[in-house]
């Protein structure tokens, strides 16, 4: 049991005005956080009561399929050099040199520190599986740190690491984290969906995020869900795909492209009102430069791309960023546009551009969006000024050197499992979990004997957890629901499993003997069933001590006051709502009801 007037609660009456989000505002007030710098937080106890249960239940979880390590966060250059991801994390990366000028790093993430445990200790197949994991400080050099603790340069992770001899295996370790993750977030009472995701640095062929629905995120999911209320699909937008309704194509005014002046009609509405013909039959043109990491030489490699897309479509980056793995991309300057196109911006189209074979590394690499696939008859820029193109037909008139989704979906077009028309939505991401495949363990050399007694690569997942994004997504989703009150505050409760205490014994008059006695005694009572307590026996008004308990968002509050002379006390159940007069003998009984309710 703990008493509020020993505990360190440093309150707020008001947010700061730099605060924007409602989980970073109520951080805030509530005491639990104090900001030390940009996207630097100091937890304070009440903060730190919270992320220690977060921890426990995940350490509970995942001691059920892994076991626990501890890795340094302060690494050496040369074992992400081995990775290929020293240059590769770019600036998000902290560096530094230690003081006889070695380079060294903060870890973002430890996939490169895991393999070389690996490849140095398992030598064949019988120590596979192995499924290892840690709860750390991870660094990331963030470039606009914001929104409290949901984008921060230091922050708290659980990750994991699997090595298995094949597939099969992987899909079994990866199916274990599913399902652990799906348990985890249960119990600390989130409402969360499971989403097909971008794999991004990561790299490997399958992953998935968790995400909590939320304003406050910065991800953008689309799901559907059928009438029962389950959900049939969902992807970060970053993946997402949809089914488009079929189109009908123009009617063909010549057997080949026709050149069309048209004077100053330069983007896709423009040229639509003057040629009088839609955006889904246009051609829109996308002209990028893809720069790769230098490698070990020092060479940089710089390719041109190319994009087609469906007039009324836009261009997903990180779809097209995995068409060239690794790889920057900025738009092309007008010099790379004259010497790829021959024209100049404005009048961009696909004739004329000689695509890169498939498999070829050098050349122009053209991309068509596969809802361009099949089309005929469209109008096109003509790689000439003040001309377009009708009658452009992909496959018989210009060809591409891959045929990929590489466009966002829209809401409200079909999902493409059932049909059913989908939602964009705001969302938070909690954990994320990925197939790697050799990616690590091939790049740092992990070699094992398989069952044959030859020598093979291991095969790896990654999977992460942000221990503080549960707590913040927690905050998000309940204020979501319970808004603001008169005075523009948020509201908010926290699951019982993580927040900082499960009920608060209120006194209403510490002064009164009588009340000061049942207070001890329902708390002690409550300890004792198993409840985590915080005994409010500061001296002040009932209506400070009432708005307090709520600002710090413990779920239940027994409230010690005038009633008691009958033999009651008050219980309030914020989870629920709900608010009672119970007897002071029934005060345990009811609790462990209404936790059970929740």
Not at 46 to 56: D, E, G, Q, V, W
Not at 100 to 114: F, S
Not at 400 to 429: Q, S
Request: hydrophobic content about 40%; aromatic content about 8%.
């Amino acid at each position: 049991m703990q008493r509020w007037s020993r505990l360190f609660i440093p309150t707020l009456r008001e947010a700061p005005a730099d605060a924007e989000v409602a989980s970073h505002q109520i951080l805030l007030r509530a005491g639990y956080v104090r900001q030390l710098g940009a996207g630097i937080y100091s937890y304070l106890p009440l903060a730190t009561r919270s992320i220690n249960k977060i921890n426990a239940i995940v350490r509970e979880e995942m001691d059920k399929i892994a076991q626990e390590f501890f890795l340094p966060a302060l690494n050496p250059r040369e074992i992400w050099e081995e990775s290929g991801r020293w240059t590769g994390m770019g600036d998000n990366m902290f560096r530094l040199k230690d003081r006889k000028g070695a380079d060294l790093c903060l870890g973002m993430t430890h996939e490169e520190i895991m393999t070389s445990i690996a490849r140095n200790e398992i030598r064949s197949y019988k120590q596979l599986p192995q499924i290892w994991y840690q709860i750390q400080t991870k660094f990331r050099d963030e470039p606009r740190p914001k929104s409290g603790l949901l984008r921060v340069r230091q922050f708290t992770m659980k990750d994991a690491y699997s090595f298995d001899i094949d597939q099969a295996g992987l899909d079994h370790s990866y199916d274990l984290h599913d399902a652990a993750y799906r348990r985890i977030f249960t119990r600390c009472g989130l409402e969360f969906v499971g989403v097909e995701a971008d794999s991004g640095a990561m790299g490997g062929s399958q992953s998935q995020e968790f995400m909590v629905y939320t304003e406050a995120g910065e991800d953008w999911i689309a799901s559907a869900r059928n009438k029962a209320g389950e959900v049939v699909y969902a992807a970060n937008i970053e993946k997402a795909t949809s089914k488009l309704e079929a189109v009908a194509d123009l009617e063909a005014t010549a057997g080949a492209p026709e050149l069309v002046h048209t004077p100053g009609q330069r983007t896709i509405d423009e040229v639509g009102a003057f040629l009088k013909v839609e955006k889904i039959h246009q051609i829109k043109t996308m002209a990028y430069m893809a720069t790769w990491p230098a490698d070990a030489r020092g060479n940089v490699k710089t390719r041109s791309l190319v994009v087609f897309l469906r007039g009324d479509h836009q261009l997903n980056e990180a779809k097209l960023g995995a068409l060239v793995a690794g790889a920057e991309l900025r738009p092309m300057v007008p010099e790379e546009i004259e010497a790829t196109f021959n024209a100049p911006a404005g009048y961009l189209g696909p004739i004329g551009v000689v695509a890169a074979k498939a498999g070829d590394d050098k050349g122009i690499m053209v991309v068509l969006d596969v809802a361009l696939e099949g089309r005929a008859n469209l109008i096109a820029g003509a790689n000439k000024e003040e001309y377009h193109l009708r009658n452009v037909t992909p496959g018989r008139d210009f060809t591409a050197t891959v045929i990929a989704d590489v466009r966002n979906i829209n809401e409200g077009e079909a999902d493409p499992v059932a049909g059913i028309a989908l939602r964009l939505g705001k969302a938070v991401e909690i954990g994320h979990i990925f197939k790697l495949g050799y990616r690590y363990s091939e790049s740092m050399g992990a070699r094992v004997l398989d069952r044959n007694g030859k020598e093979t690569t291991p095969i790896m997942g990654s999977y992460g957890i942000g221990i503080e994004r549960i707590l913040t997504a927690a905050i998000e989703q309940s204020a979501a629901k319970l808004g603001k009150n008169d005075k523009g505050e948020w509201s908010y409760v926290l699951p019982a499993s993580i927040a900082p205490f499960e009920v608060v014994v209120t006194v209403t008059k510490q002064t009164d003997a009588a009340l000061a006695e049942a207070g001890e005694k329902i708390a002690s009572d409550l300890e004792a069933a198993g409840f985590d307590v915080l005994l409010d026996d500061r001296d002040g008004s009932a209506g400070v001590k009432f708005k307090d308990a709520d600002l710090i968002g413990v779920p239940y509050r027994v409230t010690i006051g005038k009633r008691l002379a009958e033999g009651f006390v008050e219980l309030v159940d914020r989870l629920q709502g709900r608010t009672e007069d119970v007897a002071v003998a029934d005060v345990v009984t009811a609790l462990k009801a209404a936790r059970k309710q929740a």
